[in-house]
């Protein structure tokens, strides 16, 4: 009886130890902003899913598009009508790794995260600085990188090209918490 509960005490430390090494966020923040000569653009997302390995830091991230929410009812509309195409592609997704993960401690610190965007059915390759914050509570991830849109087959007709900027800056916040 005594090596049950010990087989059984085991297995539940494992799973409880294997749980802790996941961090995640299903309310992560992403904004993006274009600018242009004749308007300027912004779009929040507060419903950003994000995981976080924290033996091997590698990170995977999934947005939907229609989360995005815009100033105005008309852009969000052409945003996921004409330009990403959300029924056909409705969430975009990044897979990667935090590169000097293991060596961070403690405290604000700058970090490389690559790997491959995906975005309205395209995939590239990305790498961009962060701050982390990593201590046994969270991991706190905060940045930004440029998109430029025609590398992700995004068309933006003739009529509007003066609005849209040909890059625009996607800024994020992912604060992930123990997985349970």
Do not use: R, W
């Amino acid at each position: 009886m005594k090596s049950i509960h010990i087989l059984f005490m085991s297995l539940l430390l494992i799973n409880v130890a294997q749980a802790q090494k996941k961090f995640i966020t299903k309310k992560g923040f992403t904004s993006f902003y274009s600018h242009s000569p004749l308007e300027d653009i912004t779009a929040k997302n507060h419903q950003v899913l994000s995981i976080i390995d924290a033996e091997t830091g590698d990170i995977a991230i999934s947005i939907l598009m229609k989360s995005f929410m815009f100033e105005k009812l008309l852009m969000q509309e052409h945003f996921n009508e004409n330009y990403v195409e959300s029924d056909k592609y409705p969430k975009a997704f990044f897979k990667g790794k935090i590169l000097q993960f293991s060596t961070i401690t403690s405290g604000p610190q700058t970090a490389t995260v690559e790997g491959l965007l995906t975005i309205h059915g395209v995939s590239k390759k990305i790498q961009t600085e962060v701050e982390i914050t990593k201590n046994d509570s969270n991991i706190l991830l905060i940045g930004s990188f440029p998109v430029a849109v025609e590398e992700y087959n995004i068309k933006i007709p003739s009529i509007v090209i003066k609005n849209i900027a040909e890059v625009v800056k996607i800024d994020f916040t992912l604060d992930h918490q123990p997985y349970k």
